[in-house]
């Protein structure tokens, strides 16, 4: 898809940190904690919540009454007079939300999208499904995180199967994919100089933990649960599968977190913008697909198909994220797109602060926006994999209202 005039205000966005699963946030329902952000993030920005038309929610984790979806999250908000779609499509969750609010404003041009995402992979449900046809009529069950991490059901692999089969194919070592994972973290401490500058651009911080909803437990000031990473640390891990080549050291972890982002029209955007001079235009959205079993290489056809909607070579483009959670991800798109490995990520990426699912994608989108903001405007471009061979991009503009 291509469009023409959805924008997002300045500002009009926000991400809480990420914690490693089984950190400070395993204790909180991942959507009221998702709603209890968004009405300090809009206080904080001074905008209402009867400013949009509709709610677009992106989970892909199930928890207590996410049946009720998006219309509960705008309840829980202070938007009662709403509704809207909850989206679940893995880790392309946050770019399918962020590309159908861009649809529906472009199509509806006096609208204004509240996106939300949210997921806790922590503490997740443990699955009982009936079948009488079973000895004793035992029920079918599911580890809803664990169980999918570990087996496509369409092909019978586990995730980590599909950077190995990228790895062999494309003759990626160890010892590349070890470079490549200094090379992020080192990125990502960019982003922690000047007492974490570049997060506090975005984050909303510090958030207290209550569980109970009355003694707090934690503050989480800032991601949880990022490991040290050294070359000589890297180099006493093994392969996680026999003949293998991804240690635990070249791949991300699950999280717990959520964000959220405002898709509107130009006009509404300089109305609800932080700094209403500065204009970012969604130029494109698009999804791509690869064979079975090859996960990493899913971020080259939706990035290209992305590109050639806008009208671009990936030249043109200033700043790239990508979500990773191989090392093996980034080292195959650097080599198919032509790209040095350096030139992306800048300040972090999941593969240091993790893999919360729904959030992943809009955070890093975030994160773009904030870069192309500091080198001055330019076209920047998001891709990230997902479970089933997939990936969604989105190709976003920063530059001067017009």
Same mark, same amino acid.
């Given at each position: 898809?291509?469009?023409?005039?959805?924008?997002?205000?300045?500002?009009?966005?926000?991400?809480?940190?990420?914690?490693?699963?089984?950190?400070?946030?395993?204790?909180?329902?991942?959507?009221?904690?998702?709603?209890?952000?968004?009405?300090?993030?809009?206080?904080?920005?001074?905008? &209402?919540? $009867? !400013?949009?038309?509709? =709610?677009?929610?992106?989970? *892909?984790?199930?928890? %207590? /009454?996410?049946? #009720?979806?998006? @219309?509960?999250?705008?309840?829980?908000?202070?938007?009662?007079?709403?509704?809207?779609?909850?989206?679940?499509?893995?880790?392309?969750?946050?770019?399918?939300?962020?590309?159908?609010?861009?649809?529906?404003?472009?199509?509806? &041009?006096? $609208? !204004?999208?509240?996106? =939300?995402?949210?997921?806790? *992979?922590?503490?997740? %449900? /443990?699955?009982? #499904?009936?079948? @009488?046809?079973?000895?004793?009529?035992?029920?079918?069950?599911?580890?809803?995180?664990?169980?999918?991490?570990?087996?496509?059901?369409?092909?019978?692999?586990?995730?980590?199967?599909?950077?190995?089969?990228?790895?062999?194919?494309?003759?990626?070592?160890?010892?590349?994919?070890?470079?490549?994972?200094?090379?992020?973290?080192?990125?990502?401490?960019?982003?922690?100089?000047?007492?974490?500058?570049?997060?506090?651009?975005?984050?909303?911080?510090?958030?207290?933990?209550?569980?109970?909803?009355?003694?707090?437990?934690?503050?989480?000031?800032?991601?949880?649960?990022?490991?040290?990473?050294?070359?000589?640390?890297?180099?006493?891990?093994?392969?996680?599968?026999?003949?293998?080549?991804?240690?635990?050291?070249?791949?991300?972890?699950?999280?717990?977190?959520?964000?959220?982002?405002?898709?509107?029209?130009?006009?509404?955007?300089?109305?609800?913008?932080?700094?209403?001079?500065?204009?970012?235009?969604?130029?494109?959205?698009?999804?791509?697909?690869?064979?079975?079993?090859?996960?990493?290489?899913?971020?080259?056809?939706?990035?290209?198909?992305?590109?050639?909607?806008?009208?671009?070579?990936?030249?043109?483009?200033?700043?790239?994220?990508?979500?990773?959670?191989?090392?093996?991800?980034?080292?195959?798109?650097?080599?198919?797109?032509?790209?040095?490995?350096?030139?992306?990520?800048?300040?972090?990426?999941?593969?240091?602060?993790?893999?919360?699912?729904?959030?992943?994608?809009?955070?890093?989108?975030?994160?773009?926006?904030?870069?192309?903001?500091?080198?001055?405007?330019?076209?920047?471009?998001?891709?990230?994999?997902?479970?089933?061979?997939?990936?969604?991009?989105?190709?976003?503009?920063?530059?001067?209202?017009?």
């Amino acid at each position: 898809m291509q469009f023409q005039n959805v924008f997002i205000p300045y500002g009009g966005y926000w991400s809480t940190p990420f914690v490693k699963w089984q950190g400070s946030f395993a204790g909180l329902h991942p959507l009221t904690f998702a709603a209890e952000v968004t009405q300090r993030a809009l206080a904080e920005r001074h905008i &209402p919540p $009867a !400013a949009f038309e509709a =709610l677009y929610l992106g989970t *892909t984790v199930p928890s %207590p /009454h996410a049946f #009720y979806g998006a @219309p509960w999250v705008a309840a829980l908000i202070g938007a009662a007079g709403i509704t809207g779609p909850t989206f679940s499509q893995a880790c392309a969750t946050s770019a399918r939300v962020i590309g159908s609010a861009a649809f529906e404003v472009e199509t509806a &041009p006096a $609208a !204004a999208v509240l996106c =939300l995402t949210a997921d806790r *992979t922590s503490n997740a %449900p /443990h699955l009982s #499904y009936p079948n @009488p046809h079973n000895p004793g009529a035992r029920p079918d069950t599911e580890d809803w995180v664990w169980d999918n991490f570990n087996c496509d059901p369409a092909i019978h692999l586990a995730m980590i199967e599909t950077a190995e089969n990228v790895a062999r194919e494309e003759e990626i070592t160890t010892e590349e994919q070890h470079e490549v994972m200094l090379m992020r973290y080192a990125q990502y401490q960019a982003a922690l100089t000047d007492e974490a500058a570049f997060h506090r651009r975005y984050m909303v911080t510090p958030v207290e933990v209550r569980p109970s909803g009355k003694r707090i437990v934690a503050t989480v000031k800032d991601d949880e649960g990022v490991f040290p990473t050294t070359a000589e640390g890297l180099a006493r891990l093994k392969p996680v599968l026999p003949a293998g080549t991804v240690t635990f050291g070249a791949q991300t972890y699950p999280a717990d977190g959520n964000a959220g982002m405002i898709v509107t029209s130009h006009d509404r955007a300089a109305e609800l913008s932080r700094a209403p001079q500065i204009a970012i235009q969604i130029v494109s959205f698009a999804q791509g697909r690869v064979k079975p079993g090859f996960m990493p290489e899913a971020n080259v056809p939706a990035a290209q198909r992305a590109l050639e909607l806008a009208g671009l070579t990936v030249a043109e483009v200033k700043a790239i994220k990508t979500h990773n959670p191989f090392a093996v991800n980034d080292i195959y798109f650097a080599r198919t797109m032509g790209v040095r490995k350096e030139a992306m990520n800048n300040y972090g990426s999941s593969l240091i602060w993790g893999h919360p699912q729904g959030p992943t994608g809009m955070r890093l989108m975030i994160e773009l926006i904030e870069e192309l903001v500091l080198r001055g405007g330019g076209y920047g471009l998001f891709t990230g994999c997902a479970a089933g061979d997939t990936a969604a991009a989105i190709v976003v503009k920063v530059g001067d209202q017009g």
